[in-house]
C-alpha cells in the first residue's frame, strides 16, 4: 500500500487548509473545544453545518447525484483530518451520515426529492430511534408497533438514549409491523414526524449534569405511508446498512491524535510535584507514548480501510475494529487528561454552555474546567453504536473464525 499522497491530493488538502483558515470562526473552535458533551450542541453543529452547506461540503459521504461532494475517499480522509486539527465541530452524524445515506440508497425518488434537500440545508433536524428499553445490543427484539389505518402507520411504544431528540423535528425509526414472522423479517424503517401530540419527549440527563439523550413515548403516533423506506418488513437490512456507516464512518484517529498533542503540551508545564514538570515523570511519559503509538497504530488500520475503499471494497468487519479501539483510546486520553490535571480536574460545573460571553468563568484553566466532565460522558462511547462486547462478538466470528 502506497502511504503517500498524490499531488492531487496534497493540492486538495491545501485547498481544504485554506478554507479553514477561512470559513471557520474562532466562536465555534471555542464552542467545540468547551462542549463537555459527545455531541456538539446544535447551535455550534448547524452554524458549521451551513457554512459548509454553502461551500458544497456538508455531505461527503453521499453520491454526487444526491449532493454529495464527489471526493475520492483519500480526500474524504484528508478532509476529516484537516478539519479535525482545525478543531471544527464534529457535526451530528444522525441526519447526514446515517439516515441520509439511506435515503440515498433506498429512497423512491419522491422521498429523496423531498427530503433530501432540506438535509442538505439544515433545514430538518434527524434523531435516531433503534433501541428500545429491552432492546439495546439485541435490537431485533424490538416491540414498538405500527399499525397500518389507511394510508398512515400508527405507532405506539418507546425508544430510548435517544441523542438530540429534544432538538429534532424528524426521528427514523425501527418498528414492528409483523409479530408472526421472524423477527428480523417483521422489522419497518420509518420515517416519523416528532412536532405531533402522540411524541413525548422525556430528558435524561448523564452522570455529569448533560442533557444529550432522551426516552421518547409514542402514543397512537401518525406518520405516513409515503414515509415507509423500502417494503414492509424490509427494515432489518436497511437498519445493517445504516450500522455499518454509523461503526465505519468515523474518521477517530486525527482527533486523538490532536488530543495526545495537546496532553504532551500541557505535560511541559503541569508540575509532578516531584522531578519538575510532568513531561519529566517515566511513568507518565511511558503513559502517553503508549497511547500515541495506539492511535498511530489506529490511524494505519483507518488508512488501510481508505485502501480498501478506494478499490470499490466495502469496510465490512474492520469498522467494529476501528469504534472498539477508537472509543477504547479515547476513554484513556479521558483518564490521562484527568491525572495531568490533578486536583484542578475536581470540578464539574452544571451551568451551560460552558462556552460563550454567558459561560462561567473557569476554575484554573478552561482544559480543566471540562475534563471532568468529558471523562464522564465518554464512558458512553463503549457503548453507543455497539458496545465492546457486541465488536468483540463480531471479530471474534468474522476475523478470527471462532
Ligand atoms: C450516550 C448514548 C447515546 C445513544 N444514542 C442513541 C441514539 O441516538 N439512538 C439509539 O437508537 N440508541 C442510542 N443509544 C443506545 C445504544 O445504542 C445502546 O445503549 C447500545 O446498543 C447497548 O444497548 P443497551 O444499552 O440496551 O445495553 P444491553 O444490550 O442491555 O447490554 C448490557 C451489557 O451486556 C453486554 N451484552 C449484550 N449483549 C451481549 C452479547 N451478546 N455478548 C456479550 N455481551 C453482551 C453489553 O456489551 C453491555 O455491557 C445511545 C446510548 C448512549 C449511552
Redesign the pocket.
Same mark, same amino acid.
Given at each position: 500500500m502506497d502511504m503517500n499522497f498524490s499531488p492531487e491530493d496534497l493540492a486538495f488538502r491545501e485547498e481544504v487548509r485554506g478554507f479553514l483558515s477561512q470559513k471557520l470562526p474562532d466562536r465555534l473552535r471555542d464552542g467545540a473545544r468547551r462542549t463537555p458533551g459527545?455531541?456538539v450542541e446544535p447551535d455550534i453543529g448547524m452554524e458549521w453545518h451551513r457554512i459548509l452547506y454553502e461551500k458544497g461540503w456538508v455531505a461527503p459521504h453521499w453520491p454526487k447525484e444526491d449532493g454529495g461532494t464527489g471526493w475520492t475517499p483519500t480526500q474524504k480522509f484528508i478532509f476529516e483530518k484537516e478539519c479535525a486539527l482545525a478543531g471544527a465541530p464534529a457535526i451530528s452524524i %444522525?441526519g447526514l451520515r446515517l439516515v441520509g445515506p439511506v435515503i440515498c440508497e433506498f429512497g423512491t425518488p419522491e422521498q429523496k426529492a423531498r427530503f433530501l434537500p432540506r438535509l442538505l440545508s439544515g433545514e430538518d433536524y434527524w434523531?435516531?430511534?433503534?433501541?428500545?428499553?429491552?432492546?439495546?445490543?439485541?435490537?431485533a427484539s424490538l416491540k414498538t408497533a405500527a399499525r397500518l389505518d389507511g394510508d398512515e402507520y400508527v405507532i405506539n411504544g418507546s425508544?430510548?438514549?435517544?441523542?438530540?431528540?429534544h432538538h429534532a423535528n424528524w426521528i427514523f425509526a %425501527?418498528v414492528r409491523t409483523d409479530t408472526a414472522v421472524k423477527k428480523q423479517a417483521g422489522i419497518t424503517f420509518l420515517l416519523i414526524p416528532m412536532d405531533q401530540p402522540g411524541v413525548e419527549v422525556t430528558p435524561i440527563h448523564?452522570m455529569s449534569g448533560d442533557h444529550?439523550?432522551n426516552q421518547v413515548f409514542f402514543s397512537d403516533a401518525r406518520t405516513s405511508i409515503d414515509n415507509r423506506i423500502g417494503e414492509e418488513g424490509a427494515g432489518w437490512a436497511i437498519a445493517k446498512f445504516l450500522l455499518e456507516n454509523e461503526r465505519g464512518g468515523s474518521c477517530y484517529a486525527p482527533r486523538l491524535l490532536k488530543s495526545i498533542d495537546k496532553l504532551e503540551e500541557l505535560a511541559e508545564t503541569q508540575p509532578s510535584g516531584v522531578n519538575g514538570a510532568i513531561a519529566h515523570d517515566p511513568r507518565f511519559r511511558d503513559k502517553l507514548a503508549r497511547v500515541r503509538l495506539d492511535a498511530e497504530a489506529l490511524e494505519f488500520t483507518e488508512l488501510r480501510i481508505l485502501a480498501e475503499l478506494a478499490k470499490g471494497r466495502r469496510p465490512g468487519p474492520q469498522t467494529s475494529l476501528v469504534k472498539l479501539l477508537g472509543s477504547n483510546i479515547g476513554q484513556e486520553i479521558d483518564t490521562l487528561r484527568l491525572e495531568l490535571l490533578g486536583p484542578d480536574a475536581l470540578q464539574l460545573p452544571l451551568e451551560r454552555p460552558l462556552y460563550g460571553n454567558e459561560a462561567p468563568e473557569p476554575v484554573g484553566s478552561e482544559l480543566a474546567q471540562t475534563a471532568m466532565g468529558r471523562y464522564l460522558?465518554n464512558?458512553?462511547?463503549?457503548?453507543?453504536?455497539?458496545?465492546?462486547?457486541?465488536q468483540?462478538?463480531i471479530i471474534a466470528k468474522t476475523v478470527l473464525g471462532l
Amino acid at each position: 500500500m502506497d502511504m503517500n499522497f498524490s499531488p492531487e491530493d496534497l493540492a486538495f488538502r491545501e485547498e481544504v487548509r485554506g478554507f479553514l483558515s477561512q470559513k471557520l470562526p474562532d466562536r465555534l473552535r471555542d464552542g467545540a473545544r468547551r462542549t463537555p458533551g459527545v455531541f456538539v450542541e446544535p447551535d455550534i453543529g448547524m452554524e458549521w453545518h451551513r457554512i459548509l452547506y454553502e461551500k458544497g461540503w456538508v455531505a461527503p459521504h453521499w453520491p454526487k447525484e444526491d449532493g454529495g461532494t464527489g471526493w475520492t475517499p483519500t480526500q474524504k480522509f484528508i478532509f476529516e483530518k484537516e478539519c479535525a486539527l482545525a478543531g471544527a465541530p464534529a457535526i451530528s452524524i %444522525l441526519g447526514l451520515r446515517l439516515v441520509g445515506p439511506v435515503i440515498c440508497e433506498f429512497g423512491t425518488p419522491e422521498q429523496k426529492a423531498r427530503f433530501l434537500p432540506r438535509l442538505l440545508s439544515g433545514e430538518d433536524y434527524w434523531c435516531q430511534g433503534y433501541s428500545e428499553p429491552g432492546s439495546g445490543s439485541d435490537l431485533a427484539s424490538l416491540k414498538t408497533a405500527a399499525r397500518l389505518d389507511g394510508d398512515e402507520y400508527v405507532i405506539n411504544g418507546s425508544k430510548i438514549w435517544t441523542t438530540h431528540a429534544h432538538h429534532a423535528n424528524w426521528i427514523f425509526a %425501527l418498528v414492528r409491523t409483523d409479530t408472526a414472522v421472524k423477527k428480523q423479517a417483521g422489522i419497518t424503517f420509518l420515517l416519523i414526524p416528532m412536532d405531533q401530540p402522540g411524541v413525548e419527549v422525556t430528558p435524561i440527563h448523564s452522570m455529569s449534569g448533560d442533557h444529550e439523550v432522551n426516552q421518547v413515548f409514542f402514543s397512537d403516533a401518525r406518520t405516513s405511508i409515503d414515509n415507509r423506506i423500502g417494503e414492509e418488513g424490509a427494515g432489518w437490512a436497511i437498519a445493517k446498512f445504516l450500522l455499518e456507516n454509523e461503526r465505519g464512518g468515523s474518521c477517530y484517529a486525527p482527533r486523538l491524535l490532536k488530543s495526545i498533542d495537546k496532553l504532551e503540551e500541557l505535560a511541559e508545564t503541569q508540575p509532578s510535584g516531584v522531578n519538575g514538570a510532568i513531561a519529566h515523570d517515566p511513568r507518565f511519559r511511558d503513559k502517553l507514548a503508549r497511547v500515541r503509538l495506539d492511535a498511530e497504530a489506529l490511524e494505519f488500520t483507518e488508512l488501510r480501510i481508505l485502501a480498501e475503499l478506494a478499490k470499490g471494497r466495502r469496510p465490512g468487519p474492520q469498522t467494529s475494529l476501528v469504534k472498539l479501539l477508537g472509543s477504547n483510546i479515547g476513554q484513556e486520553i479521558d483518564t490521562l487528561r484527568l491525572e495531568l490535571l490533578g486536583p484542578d480536574a475536581l470540578q464539574l460545573p452544571l451551568e451551560r454552555p460552558l462556552y460563550g460571553n454567558e459561560a462561567p468563568e473557569p476554575v484554573g484553566s478552561e482544559l480543566a474546567q471540562t475534563a471532568m466532565g468529558r471523562y464522564l460522558n465518554n464512558r458512553a462511547a463503549t457503548i453507543f453504536g455497539g458496545s465492546d462486547e457486541v465488536q468483540k462478538n463480531i471479530i471474534a466470528k468474522t476475523v478470527l473464525g471462532l
